[in-house]
């Protein structure tokens, strides 16, 4: 039973970050499974099932609201169903000593990535009125498919940062799209992992927990996404997931580093999180201060 409201709070955490940055409820739900002990294919696969439900519920609100081009849902859709496939089916056929640094290996390099872009950059602004096309979004999305099905998560943090950054898709278009493409990914994610693990090595009440948390969090994660600043999140979970991961890996068999070791790299990255936050949180107000006098300039005169 502990486990089973551990799951729920897990894919409620998840959901509220990815409803207010547009990404990483693979990444959170899978780091958060990781550091319960669950096995590396098996957490991904949880997480994948889950998100069959997460993400249509996500995809059809998105497309209520005019958040979604389907043209670029189709050209990042496709190639990233085949990049999960393959990526599902490899990672079912390492064992879980090996699984388990490898996936927070790709977790740790997601998470420094979310701290790195979020606390110094944010999100980007700038416009380039040519479309996406397939030669941008089709490598795109079989590498974003690969890393989202190996390491239990990336969907979002490899291609909504790749797609904003190419400045030719307004924001709430990248997000809806992106998010509603994340169905197709997980879809097939789910279908290499059944084929690759077999029915009998997935938990399935552990999925419909994972589910209901994120269902619940669903409405509140829209409410935050108005009123917690993305950079400032961004660089919250993203020094989450790196301090996660980090204890993962050096408890691992591949560098099983000695106590003191990890409690001064524990220390370390502690410190550069709350430094980087503090930046975001400075950041954030100071673009908040700029923009003032521009939004008064707007207001028609008495």
Do not use: C
Request: glycine share 12%; hydrophobic share 55%; proline share 5%.
């Amino acid at each position: 039973m502990r486990t089973l409201v551990l799951l729920g709070l897990v894919g409620f955490a998840a959901q509220l970050v990815d409803g207010s940055l547009g990404m990483a409820y693979g990444v959170t739900s899978s780091t958060l499974l990781l550091a319960a002990t669950a096995n590396p294919a098996a957490a991904s696969a949880t997480v994948h099932l889950a998100e069959i439900g997460t993400t249509l519920v996500s995809g059809v609100a998105h497309w209520r609201f005019g958040n979604v081009d389907w043209k670029v849902v189709a050209k990042i859709g496709v190639p990233g169903a085949i990049g999960a496939f393959v990526g599902a089916t490899l990672l079912s056929r390492l064992s879980t000593e090996a699984a388990a640094p490898v996936m927070s290996l790709i977790l740790l390099a997601l998470g420094l990535y979310l701290l790195i872009r979020f606390t110094l950059r944010g999100l980007p602004v700038r416009r380039d009125p040519k479309p996406l096309g397939r030669r941008f979004l089709t490598p795109l999305g079989l590498v974003a498919g690969f890393v989202d099905a190996t390491g239990g998560g990336g969907w979002g943090p490899v291609g909504t940062p790749a797609i904003l950054a190419s400045g030719r898709l307004e924001p709430r278009k990248v997000i809806g799209s992106i998010d509603t493409s994340e169905f197709i990914v997980a879809v097939a994610a789910s279908v290499g992992f059944l084929i690759g693990l077999g029915t009998e090595n997935i938990d399935y009440a552990w999925v419909a927990v994972l589910l209901a948390g994120g269902v619940i969090a669903a409405p509140i994660a829209a409410y935050l996404v108005r009123v917690v600043p993305p950079r400032v999140l961004g660089s919250a979970v993203g020094g989450m997931i790196v301090l996660t991961n980090g204890r993962t890996i050096l408890r691992s068999d591949w560098v099983d580093a000695p106590g003191g070791v990890r409690a001064v790299v524990y220390v370390v990255v502690a410190l550069v999180w709350a430094a980087a936050l503090t930046y975001s949180i400075r950041a954030h107000l100071a673009q908040q201060r700029a923009a003032e006098p521009a939004a008064a300039e707007l207001q028609p005169v008495g």
